[in-house]
């Protein structure tokens, strides 16, 4: 098992950055496919990326793509999310989500409720 916790999350303006950083307990956090995902208020949970083991595979939601990068330090237990130029639609609760047995690639259309390990979200509000 592994237990994640985001953080990073706050106010910015838009046009702004932030990068978010979610660590994760356990000493196989290499072997876990990790991915974020976001909530928007009053809308339903939504896929924003997903990295691979090694981190070599990395996939995006079409709306974050070339906005969005997320990365991972296996040595650190720890996978990023940075994000540029955010726009008050990226307004959400961002969650770092993690899988031991399917690849990132298959995260991407997965439901959430076949994503084992979840944390507990921190929030992005981009104000205009």
């Known amino acids: 098992q592994v237990q994640l916790v985001e953080s990073g999350g706050g106010l910015v303006h838009v046009g702004g950055s932030r990068r978010l950083s979610c660590v994760a307990s356990g000493r196989t956090f290499s072997s876990y496919a990790m991915a974020w995902f976001r909530q928007p208020p009053g809308k339903e949970r939504e896929f924003v990326a997903a990295?691979?083991?090694?981190?070599?595979?990395?996939y995006y939601a079409d709306l974050v793509k070339g906005r969005f990068t997320v990365s991972r330090d296996n040595d650190e237990n720890t996978v990023y999310l940075q994000m540029t130029n955010l726009k008050p639609e990226d307004t959400a609760v961002y969650y770092c989500?993690?899988?031991?047995?399917?690849?990132?690639?298959?995260?991407?259309?997965?439901?959430?409720?076949?994503?084992?390990?979840w944390g507990k979200g921190t929030l992005v509000t981009v104000s205009s």
């Open positions: 989500a993690g899988h031991q047995t399917k690849p990132a690639s298959l995260i991407v259309t997965m439901k959430t409720y076949d994503i084992p390990y």
């Open positions: 990295i691979g083991w090694t981190g070599a595979r990395t």
